[in-house]
C-alpha cells in the first residue's frame, strides 16, 4: 500500500506563512510581467516542496484476523435439568463452526457463579475476554446461557464494542419450579418468647396450592396447606439461647427443575433477658458465699437468694416480736412464681418441714416442663431429712447409701467427664493426678440414671448431670468446692466448673453433649460431632441438589470427632447423624442464582436487539436443539435470521514492514531547484534582449 507523508524540516506554521508569501508574490509577478513569473513561481513551490520533506510510504500489511468470544454460562442455575447437556453441546458446535471461518480468531470463556452473591456476571467476563482486543478488531459475541444473567448493562453502548451480540438461551419454555422466600427473618431473639417470620412461596406450573412445614432445631413445629404468593407470618418460640435453627420448606412438585430452593433456614440466636436462679441455702457454712459470690458476679444472672437461719423445729424461747428474721416467702416462690425461674439452686437443704410436700410436686413439675434442678449435697442429704426421700427424689439421678466419707481425696474427671463439655480439659485436669486442691468430705449415693462426670474418694460419684422430661438435673455429692474457691492447696477451677455447669443446665449450645456443628469456608465444609459415645453415629451430607454422601468422622478431643468435605455446589446442605441435623450455607444463605432459575430469552433480548444480534431458545420446542449456522456479514444492520446469526468482520491488517522513499532531499532535489531556478534566469534574460 502506497502513501505520501510529510516530514517537515521547520515547523509547519512557517510553511503555511511561507505559503501564504509565495502565492502573494506569484500573484503580483504574473499581474507585473505575464506568464514568464510560472517558471520564479515553480522555483518558489519547489522550495516550499523542500521543506516540506515528503516521502513515498510504502507499507507490508497482513490481514489481521477478527475476534469472536464464545461466553459459556457455567453457573449453578446452568446445572437445573438438561441445561448442562444442551450448553456442552451448544459450546462445541459453535467452536467448530467459527472454526470454519478463515478471518475469525475464536475465544472462549467458561464463566463460573460470580464471588460471594454476584450472581452471573457475563458481561464482565466479556469485558476481560477483550481487554486487550481493539474494539474495532471485535466481530461480535456468542453467550450460551439460561438467561438469568446479573450483570446485563443498560445500554450497548457499556459494552466497549460496536458488534453484534447473541445469545443462545438453555432451558425449556415450559419448565416448572416451586420456591419459598424470607421476607422478614430476626437474627435475635428473646429465650422464651416468639419471633415473628414472614415468608411467601411462590411456583410455575402448579395449581396454587401447597403445604409448608416450619421446624425448630429438627422438631416440626407447623405443617399447612397454603396458597403461592400469599404473605404468611409465623409465630416462633425461641426456645433457648445461642442459635435456634428455624426451616421453612414447601413440598416438592413433580417435575420441577430443583427443589434446592423449597427450603430457607434462618438461624436465630437465641439471647436471655436474664438467667433467674433460687438459690436455698439450708444453713449458713463456708460454702454458701462461694455459690453467692459466683452468680453475683455475673451481670447476666438475676439471683433471689434465700438462707434457712431459723427452721421451724428450732426452740430457743425467743419472743416471735423480738425476731427480726424475714419469713421465707415459700408459697410465692415454690407455687405462683416457679416459673419465673430457670434454676433452682439447693444448698445443703434438708427437709425441714420449710416446705411443705406439693411443692416439691411443682418443682418436679417445674423440671418435667424444662426447668434446671441443682442439689449441692452435705451431710443432710445422707440423713432421714434427706430431699431424696422426698418426691423431689424422682427426678435425682442418685439416691444417697447413707455414708460420709471424711478424708482428702483429689476430684477427678471420669472417662464420661473427659468427653463431656462440662467437665472435658478443665484447666489442671490433664495431669495424673490432677493438679487442683483436694476436697475433705464426700456423700456415698447409689446413681440410678444420668453420667457420673466426676469421681472421689475410693471412685465413687461426685458429680452427676442427667436429662429428666424437657429439664435437666445436676447432683454435686459434696459441700466443699469451697475449698477450691479459698485457695486450699492452690485451689481449683470452681469458676470454670461452677459457670459451666450452670450454663449446660441452661442448655447452652456449645456445652450440649450431643451435638452436630457444621461450618463453611469458601467450599470447605467443616464437620464437628460432639457424643459421650465411643464412636458417633454416621454423619451424612446431603447437597442442595439432593446428592448423598457419608462423611469420615475422624477423633480428636475426648468426645469430639471432626470432618471436612469440599464442595462445588453453592446452596444449602443439610447434615444428619441420628436424631441431630445441622444445616450449613456454601455461599450466600439465598443466593441470587437460585433466587429466579427459569430460563428466558427476555432479559437478553433489549441489548441484543441494540447491537443487531439475536437472543433465541437451543431447544424452542422444548425437545431437540437447533443450534444456528454461523456467518459473517460485511454490511448492514442485522446480523440474525431464521436459521443463522452473523459476525461483523473489518478492515483491520497488521503492518509488518515500511518503506520510505524521500522526495525533497539529496542531489536529485537540489539539481531540480537549481535547474528551475537557472530557467528562469534564461527565460527573463531572453525577454530583457527582445524588449
Sequence with gaps: MLSLSFSPLVPLSVIYGLAALVAIAVVVAVLA???????????????????????????????????????????????????????????????????????????????????????????????????DVPA????????VTDGVVHDIPANADQMGFKAPLHALITGRPDERDRRVALIEAPRFGIVGRDQILRVQASERGGNGRMRLTVRRDGQVLLTREILADAPLSIPVRIEHGGPNIVEVEVDAMPGELTTANNRQVVTIEGVRDKLRVLLVSGEPHPG???WRNLLKSDANVDLVHFTILRPPE????????????????????FQQRIKDFDLIIFDRYANQSVLPSMYYDNIVQFVQDGGALLVAAGPEFASSASLARTSLGAVLPATP????????????????????????????????????GEWLRLLGS??????????????????????????????????????????????????????????????????????????????????ERQTMADQPPPVRLFAPGGEE????????????????????????YRLTSGDLTAFVSVGPENPRELADVFSDTGRLEPIT??????????????????????????SGSRFSGGDWIGLKPSDSAIVRGVTVVPLGLGFAGLALLAGVVLAAWLVEGQRRRRS
Excluded: C, Y
Excluded at 136 to 143: F, H, L, Q, S
Excluded at 415 to 427: K, M, N
Excluded at 454 to 470: D, F, I, Q
Excluded at 556 to 566: D, E, R, W
Design 401 to 436: 447409701d447413707g455414708r460420709i466419707v471424711e478424708r482428702p481425696f483429689r476430684a477427678d474427671v471420669t472417662a464420661a467427664g473427659s468427653r463431656h463439655p462440662v467437665t472435658r480439659e478443665l484447666p489442671g485436669g490433664d495431669s495424673e493426678p490432677p493438679s487442683w
Design 136 to 143: 474495532e478488531r471485535v466481530a461480535g459475541a456468542i453467550m
Design 288 to 290: 454458701e458465699r462461694t
Design 314 to 333: 428450732k426452740q430457743d424461747g425467743t419472743p416471735i416480736n423480738e425476731l427480726s428474721l424475714i419469713a421465707f416467702p415459700t408459697r410465692a416462690l
Design 33 to 131: 510581467r505575464g506568464t514568464v513569473a510560472i517558471v520564479r513561481a515553480l522555483a518558489l513551490a519547489l522550495l516550499l516542496a523542500g521543506l516540506a520533506n515528503p516521502a513515498i510510504v510504502q507499507e507490508n500489511r497482513e490481514k489481521a484476523k477478527d475476534i469472536a468470544v464464545v461466553v459459556v454460562d457455567r453457573s449453578g442455575s446452568q446445572q437445573l435439568g438438561d441445561r448442562r447437556a444442551q450448553t456442552d453441546a451448544a459450546a462445541s458446535a459453535l467452536e467448530q463452526r467459527l472454526a470454519q471461518l478463515p478471518d475469525i480468531e475464536t475465544r472462549i470463556v467458561d464463566v463460573p457463579d460470580g464471588a460471594g452473591d454476584e450472581g452471573t456476571r457475563l458481561f464482565t467476563a466479556l469485558g476481560r475476554a477483550l481487554a
Design 549 to 572: 454422601r457419608e462423611l469420615v468422622m475422624r477423633p480428636g478431643a475426648p468426645g469430639l470427632f471432626t470432618s471436612s468435605a469440599t464442595v462445588s455446589e453453592l446452596g444449602l
Design 446 to 527: 447409689n446413681v440410678r440414671g444420668g453420667a457420673v462426670v466426676m469421681a472421689g474418694a475410693e471412685e465413687r460419684p461426685l458429680l452427676v448431670l442427667n436429662r429428666e422430661g424437657k429439664g435437666r438435673v445436676a447432683l454435686l455429692l459434696s459441700d466443699h468446692v469451697w475449698l477450691w474457691a479459698r485457695g486450699f492447696e492452690n485451689g481449683g477451677p470452681h469458676v470454670d466448673l461452677l459457670r459451666r455447669l450452670a450454663h449446660w443446665m441452661m442448655k447452652e449450645p456449645e456445652l450440649e453433649e450431643e451435638a452436630l456443628r457444621a461450618s463453611a469456608r469458601g467450599t470447605t465444609i467443616s464437620v
Design 609 to 634: 436487539r441494540e447491537t443487531g444480534g439475536s437472543a433465541r431458545r437451543i431447544a424452542p420446542n422444548g425437545s431437540g436443539m437447533d443450534i444456528p449456522r454461523v456467518l459473517t456479514v460485511s
